[in-house]
């Protein structure tokens, strides 16, 4: 199986240059599935629902979220009845919505994509490491039909390399993929871990990288300089890069075969995986 | 004036990659200065005077530290006399040691590298912001005889991303470049500001990434998932990827001209700038 | 039932102060049951298995720890055949040990005893709130025979008074006493919350004042002005101030009828509860 | 001289309670001066410039703020010109307003009265050690004509007890009293430093105590217990606490003769130190 994750997607620069990509690179990459961060989506504060239907018809098959979860309120309605939008999975019993789905792909394969949510420098929340083995257990790599998947990528939304990369080492041989998010940054380090699951430790963010994180600059600087109330901070408007992670999987192991970064647009330096050989699209 | 900065060197495996590397890479990339951050060079924590001179001898000019500065005591009577050895300049005034220098390459240009340590994630510390101004206007770029320099190359070691991205736009037209540290992991960032200052937001560390930022994983990994005690963290022994920056700036205005990651060996995908044209390196 | 709750027992100080002062404390104040904390006993890191024998030899009924659980790494085997000692309840599943008992008072009534552990300032831990619902509900106030308790007493070992604070009133009504320590000072707000249950965000250290919680204070202070390494905190050997929080609950109910604070030697001002009726303490 | 310190006044209930209570201590206690911290005073959330003068009228000396100091943006150019109004030591160079204030009582003798912000588990700041001595330094106790004080009182609004207390003992016996705030809970651990200087950890906050920290009490617990938006959190509105500390000082030596607390009103148990025999107060 061949996926997609594209990091967090920050305000409308953002998600322009998501929706005109996707096409592209869906058909380049013959991509079997997309998931894309969504919690910056809505001027950089969380997702609204109107946003969240443009990424599923752009392209995108499941979307997650993050910190920002519940920034616009009228998503809570919303995830309580959308199965493809994701939170995290180890926010408490009873929040609205879930934090993992088991998708069918256009082949018929069943994938599952959980998202857990760091917590070394982040809000209290319950174990990420128990959340994301839960899930897995109840949906395994190769397990009896009904309950196994083909494939499984799981999103740690996280702030520290520390947390990421040990959560990639106790998923290592149980999931396809763990690939981070939330940082803003892509990060050089994807590499297939010795137990057969791709690993990068943050996608980096799809926005305009003349920015903080994606926001203006002038007054986000101005809040490490100074300490006093600037400007409410919103999304920096130029060209957006397009960032994420391409993973291809086995279909009879869920291990992963290859794990290559792609950056399109805007500021940073391009990088694009080769085009797959034609037999891996189909047949 | 071609700079490469390399990210925290872990242990013995990340030395040994230093230093085997060094020699090629100053000849191929016609290298005039080499900073490495060596906070975590002695079995992952801290830095002995030993090992300090060993980088020195291997063809490093200038070497930084960061928030494992002292881990080593003996440290501390041999940065007070080494003004090679950098610690954060932000610490309190009567620390022992300095947070920059001028150092002259070998045909007479004058570089000030200058340090400083982030404070978001961290521990307490005076601005990072006002220390790095502090330095660079004792000495700034085309400034007059004795106090201009030709270059200035500044090491953010620091947790979030936000806060590095704010120190670069706060410094951008001001220094040659900004390179962060402190994550041990490579970002794929690289780019040069709108006011001409090379910027990466981490240079990854120079170490093995079958690991948990360059620990053995398995005690790491249970730190997270358990909450008890757990043998002592010490690096992991595994081929280690050198993971640094290069940058290459413009004699008469400091600005800089371009900037490119450099990764060789161990599990990450390799990457190398282009060698210079030869004129570039000399006469 | 008559309550006392002694706050985290610093090193010998702590300890002697604590066994010289209780059969008085005892006798006085009709006491029922002795709750302590003893997570900084052992020289200030930790608890013993010796240290904890000498507790319960000197009438303290159950021993709590906190952050500090496992500095002393012997109490590992010890807690898990030890049923009096309790750790947070919100530790991972499988952490040795528990983190609740119901004891019996030597005139039979059952009192359940919880201890939990906050997270706003702290390690990454899974609810609290979650944590000690659980515990509460499968031993609740005026239960069905077998399960029902006549009192609950919830040591809260927190940082943040906010999240003390919430965690009463979160209670307020289904325990006897929430009593909060770990910030080695006593506050001066107990009282009863409208629905019934004692309060008292900190009940203090049992340790010497003339230093910094608990510890040598001039290495302490050190650490704060200056950013080098000190000496090793130990201690501080000064007369202790034995501090707690004396409650009285309603048999029938489980609901608090008085509390207030204990506070006896060293250098704080001295406190101490009026001596019960004699009706209340028997027949 | 006899001072009176208040804790955060919160909210409306906190002012008129404060307001109501500040006429009869002051004459029962013949203060000298009362210092009073604002930064809760509008609606929870700062101070306004119509509230501050308020406090003055009613009383209050000196007031202070904190890490809400700026949260009504009116109170910039207010505190730019109002030297009574002080604000952290500790911020940037640059930053509006004032850390310090030297006063003259009604008898003509000088008070330094200074604020200073931890830093643990707080914002980043400057140094607050390093902040209060350059402020002592500035106006010594018992310094020469022109800069010398008869007393000194440094206003501490931090977070953790550990750095309270080692800024106590680092300003022991230069200054007469050091009182923290910001936790908004009274701590019952006033003592004399052993070289003279007053100490109380926290003064605890004038407002409503059936409240998590003078907020109502629901959103803020469930704020804990889930992790969905909830109602903006107001000041509950219940009758406050009037919590404070007073100290009394040696005219000659600037060294504490007595501290104690204040708490009257509201639901916590009452306390007041004794009047002082009418000689102290005049003549
Ligand atoms: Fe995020
Ligand atoms: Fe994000
Ligand atoms: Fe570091
Ligand atoms: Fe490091
Ligand atoms: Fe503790
Ligand atoms: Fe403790
Ligand atoms: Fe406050
Ligand atoms: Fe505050």
Known sequence: MRLLYLGDIV???GRDAVIDTLPGLRRDLAL?????????AAHGFGLSPKICDELFEGGVDVVTLGNHSWDQRDIIPYIAREPRLLRPANYPPGTP????????DARGRRLLVVQVMGRL???????PFAAARREIEANPLAG?????????????HAEATSEKMALGHYLDGRVSAVVGGHTHVPTADAQILPGG????????????YDSVIGMVKEPAVERFA????????????????????????DDATGRAITIAPVRLG????????????????GI
Do not use: F, H
Not at 121 to 127: S, V
């Open 197 to 208: 699951t791709a690993y990068q430790t943050d996608a980096g963010m799809c926005g305009d």
């Open 226 to 249: 100074r300490k006093m109330p600037t400007e409410r901070l919103s999304p920096a408007g130029g060209p957006a890069t397009v960032c994420g992670i391409v993973i291809e999987t």
């Open 32 to 40: 079997d599935v997309v998931v894309a961060c969504g919690e910056n």
């Open 121 to 127: 420098y982040m809000d209290p929340l319950d174990d």
């Open 11 to 13: 305000g409308r620069t």
């Open 266 to 281: 805007g500021r940073l330096a391009a990088t694009m995986p080769a085009a797959p050989a034609p037999a891996a699209s």
């Open 144 to 156: 009896p039909p009904g309950r196994g998947v083909s494939a499984i990528l799981v999103d740690v």
């Open 97 to 104: 919505g879930q934090g993992a789905i088991v998708m069918t």
